[in-house]
């Protein structure tokens, strides 16, 4: 199987001034709003857009929350909220910056009577099988926190 996932980005300024913007425009065909994007703070950025890192970050948690869904169904696990907080970590080694972690922290509720620890085994086995995990050569920390309706 072969999917492809065209997406443009967008941006105009010029180089020669030293405060060029860094604010572009992300878009795929049949999306009706384009996605402001932006570089880090850090970098020139503005921080009210989504920058490359931000992007990484929704992307594995995204990924994992529907894989573990699927496979919460899968088993007939009654999941009834998901609510994810992620954060990417950058690290700078030898002079090349990459994301080196993820951490997935969300509040996963469940009907009462649902088995926690079933719950956290379908989370931590989400990981194997989410494309975005399997495109990622840095860590991954899972931290769900189960709780019930």
Request: glycine share 4%; proline share 7%.
């Amino acid at each position: 199987m072969s999917e492809k996932f065209p997406v443009t980005v967008s941006w105009k300024g010029s180089t020669q001034d030293p405060a060029y913007s860094r604010s572009s425009h992300l878009a795929k065909p049949g999306a009706p709003d384009p996605v402001p994007a932006s570089s880090s703070p850090a970098n020139g950025g503005d921080a009210s857009r989504w920058n490359p890192e931000d992007l990484l970050a929704a992307a594995m948690a995204q990924c994992h929350m529907l894989t573990f869904l699927a496979l919460a169904a899968k088993v007939r696990l009654t999941v009834t909220a998901y609510e994810g907080a992620s954060e990417a970590a950058m690290e700078t080694v030898d002079r090349l910056t990459r994301v080196a972690t993820i951490t997935l922290k969300p509040t996963i509720t469940v009907a009462p009577g649902t088995s926690h620890d079933k719950v956290r085994e379908m989370f931590e086995k989400a990981h194997k099988y989410c494309v975005i995990a399997n495109s990622f050569n840095g860590e991954v920390i899972l931290e769900p926190d189960v709780v019930d309706a």
